[in-house]
């Protein structure tokens, strides 16, 4: 009697948070039973939330191999500096947690053969919860649409584990449905759901059929592990486009040097990634009146009057300030804007290699016609080992090669159709089937950029030659893919999974169905000798 009441008691607390409120019969139990189609209808819905908050979170995770980037774009057009993966990730974790609670409150009840009554409150709150993702939806297409074939690369890398955990989960979902389907007296409904259910197990069971995971291949069939490129150096421990970033990629180990190449006024090739010097320097506090310059409309002298280094420790663009050292701090406040030929310099001193985009400058720029020679001539003074040197722009390249036959000749996206191509610079979401087609025609190929270890054991398993990353110093301690499947122990997983899992939705029918029966029994026999108590 005591655990009767207890779990009374248990159940009356859920539908009081479930439902808001809860009736008892005369005898003091709790009313049982089915609740009307509409609130049924609901449960389907609150389902249906729930997977898209699932879905939305799966989203936003995968978003963080890019944030950085976001937040960049954010500050040009804002002027705000905001770290946004924290605001994603905490409204996806805020709705999918409600959503998931509210889920399971729904699931007990119907165990506990209680009816399903959402309180409007609760309704009004999935309601917003829908719109709210929906707006995150339209918006990522809006503004951020290359993000969804990252996402699409996500669910391809994972498809082998999301499956299973997918049947894993429909499968647990039985016991609810089975109690659910053997309580209720509404037909239509019940054989309905049932019927859903065993479509969506239908779609599943063979869903490995369809994938094409790159990381389902033997071990032996693994491509060697991607070189690592320093984007911008290591911007999560140095101010980007510095000669500390530089050093601290020297440091690590990587050999490869990525950056961004201006010119000055005066024709001095520097290194900078944005066209406005707001974001990287203090231009704010020395040129408060040409804020909105292109940086290439001052001189290097006027240039060389800028910190580059302040405002990483005030922005902490990677979250990664706390880990410097004081003597890395000071030496952060100390970064200039370098020219080019301070890097090349450096480069030709470590056996270091580069690769930049040269940016063109605007019309009314005074070198505007020769920024080609001038970058030209200022690494032949280096004296850098020409192979060295990874030449990534397009413009003049036939008249580059003929002055620079030692430089890789590295191309992008475009204009590949009139040369012998060796090497490929290319977006990290380029398509599988067009990695191995480069690789087959033995074209190295290069993915930019590639920050997350996720993304690196996708591309690695692709067959990427090398990438381009912000975190270097991390995936250079990656030693094998984060997941290897061999097709031959993938299909045996499958048909154990796919096996168990029928079993286990046959057994929880089954032993619903008789939980069911039995308690039918009970109450036939409860209500007979209330009736044999009252003739007497």
């Known amino acids: 009697m005591a655990c009767d009441g207890f779990w009374s008691s248990c159940c009356l607390c859920l539908q009081r948070i479930y439902s808001c409120h809860c009736r008892k019969n005369r005898r003091g139990k709790l009313k049982g039973t089915k609740g009307t189609k509409c609130e049924c209808i609901w449960v389907l819905l609150l389902l249906l939330v729930f997977s898209l908050t699932l879905i939305w979170m799966l989203i936003t995770l995968t978003l963080g191999n890019d944030i950085h980037n976001f937040n960049e774009e954010v500050f040009r057009i804002a002027g705000i500096w905001l770290d946004w993966s924290v605001v994603l990730i905490t409204v996806a974790a805020v709705l999918l947690t409600y959503c998931g609670l509210l889920l399971l409150l729904s699931f007990c009840l119907v165990l ?9 409150c609760h309704k009004v709150l999935l309601f917003i919860s829908v719109i709210v993702i ?3 939806c339209v918006g990522l297409s809006l503004k951020w649409r290359e993000e969804w074939r990252t996402v699409y690369i996500y669910i391809q890398a994972t498809l082998p584990f999301l499956h299973i ?34 479509i969506l197990l239908g779609a599943l069971y063979p869903l490995p059929v369809y994938i094409t995971s790159p990381c389902v291949l033997k071990p032996s069939d693994l491509q060697p592990k991607p070189r ?16 500390m970033s530089f050093h601290k990629t020297v440091a690590s180990g990587i050999d490869v040097f990525e950056t961004d190449v201006a010119m000055s006024q005066d024709g001095v090739p520097f290194l900078m990634h944005d066209n406005k010097l707001l974001r990287t320097t203090n231009i704010k506090e020395v040129f408060p009146e040409q804020l909105q310059y292109n940086s290439t409309n001052f001189t290097w002298a006027d240039l060389q009057k800028l910190n580059a280094g302040s405002w990483y420790l005030q922005k902490d663009p990677f979250n990664t300030v706390k880990f410097l050292t004081p003597q890395d701090q000071e030496e952060v406040k100390r970064q200039k804007i370098p020219a080019l030929d301070e890097v090349l310099k450096e480069a030709a001193k470590n056996n270091i290699s580069i690769i930049f985009d040269l940016y063109v400058p605007p019309e009314d720029h005074p070198y505007k016609d020769s920024y080609i020679n001038i970058t030209l001539k200022t690494i032949f003074d280096s004296s850098i080992r020409p192979e ?19 430089f890789h000749q590295i191309f992008g996206p475009l204009k590949q159709e009139n040369f012998a191509v060796e090497a490929v610079n290319m977006p990290y979401n380029l398509s599988l089937a067009k990695i191995r087609s480069y690789r087959q025609k033995n074209i190295s190929v290069n993915l930019y950029v590639v920050n997350e270890p996720w993304l690196f054991s996708y591309v690695w398993c692709a067959g990427a030659t090398s990438v381009t990353s912000n975190a270097c110093h991390l995936l250079k301690n990656i030693q094998q893919p984060q997941w290897v499947l061999d097709p031959q122990y993938y299909v045996i997983i499958w048909i154990v999974v796919d096996v168990v899992s029928l079993a286990h939705v046959i057994w929880a029918f089954i032993i619903q169905r008789t939980c069911y029966k039995k308690k039918e029994y009970q109450d ?7 009736k044999i108590g009252n003739s007497i």
């Open 112 to 120: 506990c053969d209680l009816k399903l009554q959402l309180h409007w």
């Open 134 to 136: 929906i707006l995150l």
């Open 165 to 198: 955990g997918a049947v894993i989960g429909v499968s647990a979902l039985a016991w609810v449905l089975a109690g659910y389907y053997w309580r209720t007296k509404t037909r239509v409904l019940k054989y309905l759901i049932l019927t859903v259910y065993i």
């Open 228 to 243: 690592l490129i320093g984007h911008r150096g290591t911007p999560m421990l140095a101010p980007e486009n510095t000669l």
């Open 388 to 406: 060295l040197i990874f030449w990534l722009p397009d413009e003049q390249r036939e008249e580059v090669m003929a002055r620079a036959p030692g």
């Open 524 to 530: 036939t026999e409860t209500v007979l000798l209330m």
